[in-house]
């Protein structure tokens, strides 16, 4: 019984500073951006895929909100998904429960000529391919990339 407390406790405390972290991000996001305009998008809810909330709808300042569930080609993503610069990218839940599957087609994100108020935070990034710098590439970029797992990646030359 004392061990079933102490893993519910454990379990308790690690939501409460994961979700504490996600507050922070965006407290980080809205000062460092003065953007009280700032929108949450809601992937699955409003938006089918994060290529789209990213591409087509966010924007400097805003978050994109993504639900938990498996997001792969079957899905509709198209890899590699391009970061948009300013724009806080993370899960609802975090990595257990929201997965972003490249299946080889290429890296996961590329991140280009993004600042400190970009963050990519809470999911599990597997299966990503790439020539060199896996399943992440940041060129002249200073991305937060907080709480993630990464797995399962492959480099060729």
Request: hydrophobic share 45%.
């Amino acid at each position: 019984m004392m061990i079933m407390y102490r893993r519910i406790k454990k379990a308790s405390r690690n939501l409460a500073q994961e979700s504490a972290l996600y507050y922070v991000l965006l407290i980080v996001s809205v000062s460092i951006t003065g953007n009280l305009q700032a929108r949450t998008w809601y992937v699955l809810s409003e938006i089918s895929t994060i290529g789209q909330a990213l591409e087509d709808s966010a924007s400097y300042g805003d978050t994109v909100l993504v639900a938990p569930g498996v997001y792969d080609i079957i899905s509709g993503e198209d890899f590699s998904i391009n970061m948009k610069n300013g724009v806080v990218l993370m899960s609802e839940e975090g990595v257990s429960v929201t997965m972003i599957e490249a299946h080889f087609t290429g890296r996961a994100f590329y991140c280009e000529n993004c600042d400190t108020a970009t963050a990519i935070a809470g999911f599990t990034i597997t299966f990503g391919l790439a020539s060199n710098r896996g399943s992440i590439y940041c060129h002249t970029a200073d991305v937060i990339i907080i709480n993630n797992q990464i797995t399962n990646k492959r480099m060729f030359s």
